[in-house]
Every structure is written in structure tokens, then in C-alpha cells.
């Protein structure tokens, strides 16, 4: 649910043109989503909470407001 409907975003493709650069860009995804949820997990564990009650979209969210929607760009014309 999360990985798809939020980290990537409804009805967005994967950009690469290219078998490898799918599954890379699916491994950062995988990265990007296991990092959100260790995230949830210490921040939980600081504040004696529960991580299922944190939300993924809070925490997504938080992360990227320092980094912006790296998704948003296209990928280089030269690839």
C-alpha cells in the first residue's frame, strides 16, 4: 500500500528505458521505503509509541520537505 500508492505516487511509471535501470530504480525505492520505516521505528521508540501509529505519509512527508520531490525532475535526456 504505502510503497505504491505513496513513496512513488498513483499512476506514475517507472522513468528508466532500460531493464537495468528499472530494477535499480526499484531497489532505491525498496531503499528509500525501509529507510522511511526505521525512521518511524526510532522515532517511535523515543516517544514509548507505538510505530504502527505513526503515519507512513507524515513520515514521507517530513522527509522530503529537506530534500523536495526528487521525482518531479525528469531524468537526464543523455541516458
Known amino acids: 500500500g504505502a510503497f505504491k500508492s ?3 505516487g498513483d499512476g506514475v511509471v517507472l ?4 531493464p537495468d535501470g ?7 525505492l525498496l531503499c528509500a521505503y525501509h529507510a522511511i520505516r526505521e525512521l518511524i521505528c526510532a ?3 523515543m516517544t514509548k509509541q507505538d510505530p504502527l501509529r505513526i503515519s507512513f505519509i507524515a513520515a514521507l512527508d517530513t522527509v522530503r520537505g529537506p ?6 525532475f525528469p531524468p537526464s535526456q543523455n541516458n
Do not use: H
Open 6 to 8: 505513496q513513496l512513488k
Open 15 to 18: 522513468r528508466s528505458k532500460t
Open 67 to 72: 530534500v523536495g520531490d526528487p521525482a518531479a
Open 43 to 45: 522515532a517511535a521508540e
Open 22 to 28: 528499472a530494477q535499480q530504480e526499484l531497489w532505491a
